[in-house]
């Protein structure tokens, strides 16, 4: 399928997890892989992404407390 066509999505539904077996979860996870590797088998590996961490300048502090409350 992935030779033929243009596959630009799938969706694994149905499964319901099991806390005593995981061996659904485990093959769904191998499935979804498996279908990616298909997918991107023949393009590049290349690193397009920017990797360079710049730390923000601005403090950001989303709490609804001040740091100089006292408790």
Known sequence: MF???NVVGF???EL???P???SSDFLAAKL????LSYKF???A???DFDNEYKPSKSKNNNS???EDDEY
């Open 20 to 22: 005593k077996e995981k």
């Open 3 to 5: 030779e033929e066509k």
């Open 41 to 43: 088998k023949n393009d």
């Open 64 to 66: 609804k407390f001040k």
């Open 32 to 35: 979804y892989y498996k279908m």
């Open 16 to 18: 319901c997890p099991n």
């Open 45 to 47: 590996a290349g690193d």
């Open 11 to 13: 969706d694994i539904v």
